[in-house]
């Protein structure tokens, strides 16, 4: 049982590079988020899907975008990426308890 | 908008008791988690108050009261693998979950 999947695990871009960091999960649950973790920060809520062909603003969801693909699968654009989106991302659904993913580590230069 | 307040750091001795407080303001609330995060690793879940009271799980326990927009965790006989960062999250509406900056336990001998 896999759980949450999130893939690249580990990415490193260019100023105004764009990229798509995949997330799905196995659990049949109907919501699920993208939070960005910083030093000091916590976790904050980018974006949050509450079933499958909705999408919502979380606290920071300038620069990006999202698409809920189906239920499993729930992804997040990055169109022109900042340094300031350096960034840990983590996946999560929702089932009772937050379940998240392993983390992408992005690094923008 | 949404505001959790945590201690960022705590220390405490193994074998003790330890308490992190989490005070909140929030336009929806449904209920307050806690999420334990080790260096490097996924956010997992102790423990989700939706009520005011004491909630138990092993030796871990968590409490709400919702008219004092105060919760806390409580940690019984540490242990050095508590060791770790812990984050009190609020469910509002829509199902969104908002998280605190996080508190840093560290377990001392």
């Known amino acids: 049982n896999a759980g949450v999947t999130q893939t690249p695990k580990f990415q490193v871009l260019k100023t105004g590079q764009s990229m798509t960091l995949q997330c799905a999960q196995d659990?049949?649950?109907?919501?699920m988020y993208w939070y960005r973790q910083d030093p000091g920060m916590g976790l904050r809520l980018i974006y949050y899907?509450?079933?499958?062909?909705?999408?919502d603003k979380g606290e920071v969801p300038n620069g990006y975008n999202v698409s809920r693909l189906n239920k499993r699968e729930f992804s997040l654009r990055l169109e022109s990426a900042a340094p300031s989106q350096t960034s840990v991302y983590f996946c999560?659904?929702?089932?009772?308890?937050?379940?998240f993913g392993e983390g992408s580590r992005l690094t923008v230069l | 908008g949404q505001s959790l307040e945590q201690p960022s750091e705590v220390t405490a001795v193994e074998g003790a008791i330890v308490q992190i407080n989490c005070t909140y303001q929030?336009?929806?609330?449904?209920?307050l988690s806690w999420y334990q995060q080790h260096d490097g690793g996924a956010p997992t879940f102790l423990s989700y108050?939706?009520?005011?009271g004491l909630e138990e799980t092993g030796r871990f326990s968590s409490f709400l009261s919702r008219s004092d927009s105060y919760g806390y965790l409580l940690l019984q006989e540490l242990q050095m693998k508590d060791s770790a960062s812990y984050f009190c999250?609020?469910?509002?509406?829509?199902?969104?979950?908002?998280f605190g900056t996080g508190t840093s336990l560290t377990v001392i001998p």
């Open positions: 899907s509450a079933s499958e062909g909705t999408t």
């Open positions: 999250a609020v469910r509002g509406t829509g199902n969104q979950f908002y």
């Open positions: 929030t336009s929806g609330f449904y209920g």
């Open positions: 659990m049949n649950h109907n919501s």
């Open positions: 108050n939706g009520l005011d």
């Open positions: 999560a659904s929702w089932g009772g308890e937050l379940f």
